[in-house]
């Protein structure tokens, strides 16, 4: 069985201030692990993956996630908030051969002016 | 390449109703995934289908059910609607079988209000 922790339904910062999100994951096997973000009233958008190549993984507006096996971790962040990064944001795994996505609780961030 | 896309956006239905819910994936993709989202349980696996069948199933009773077409499209369908399946249905597609893409790309999801 897989599953996804994210420590921190909500987070709040300052714009241009770092975002951290974290999110710890239990596998049986090597994960597939995602980042999506979901805006008031729309569908998700992936941010980023982890698919066992590079552990550091860049993805869009900014964001970059890194895999530490040792720590079962694989948090998000971002160097400088944007007010338009308020939104809630899912960390999710999956098996290699399984497309099941197992997600997080979600972490709503605020970003105060 | 236009993403994907669910119809209808909002739906209103009567307890006892049936409902069908429609997915047309991103083309070229093949596999399609529906989720329900609600603010309790969050999000969940509901089936993903991959060349007209079924490949897996999550935990939810036989009233929720889906099938594929040939060209990749996707319904879902709830029967003897509950008020508990008022949520955010989200269909989500993926190239599949293509080497290192496992992502799933979401569409903006159908919200489902059960009176």
């Known amino acids: 069985a897989q599953s996804v922790t994210q420590l921190g339904s909500h987070v709040s910062v300052s714009e241009g201030a770092l975002v951290l999100l974290r999110c710890n994951y239990s596998s049986s096997v090597p994960p597939y692990l995602f980042w999506y973000v979901q805006y008031p009233n729309q569908g998700l958008q992936l941010l980023l993956k982890?698919?066992?190549?590079?552990?550091l993984v860049k993805g869009i507006n900014g964001f970059e996630a890194e895999f530490k096996k040792s720590e079962t971790s694989f948090h998000l962040t971002k160097p400088s908030a944007h007010m338009s990064d308020a939104a809630e944001y899912f960390c999710a795994v999956s098996r290699s051969n399984d497309y099941k996505l197992s997600f997080g609780a979600g972490t709503t961030v605020t970003v105060r002016a | 390449k236009a993403g994907v896309t669910q119809t209808p956006r909002y739906l209103i239905k009567t307890r006892g109703q049936q409902v069908t819910l429609s997915c047309s994936p991103i083309?070229?993709?093949?596999?399609v995934s529906w989720y329900q989202q609600t603010p309790g349980q969050g999000l969940q696996f509901l089936f993903e289908y991959f060349s007209e069948t079924q490949r897996n199933k999550g935990n939810f009773p036989g009233r929720f059910s889906g099938r594929q077409f040939s060209n990749s499209r996707s319904e879902m369908n709830v029967s003897t609607l509950e008020l508990g399946d008022s949520a955010l249905y989200l269909c989500?597609?993926?190239?599949?079988?293509?080497?290192?893409?496992?992502?799933?790309?979401f569409g903006p999801g159908t919200r489902l209000t059960v009176t």
């Open positions: 982890y698919t066992s190549a590079a552990t």
């Open positions: 989500a597609s993926s190239p599949r079988l293509t080497q290192g893409r496992y992502e799933q790309y």
């Open positions: 083309s070229g993709h093949r596999s």
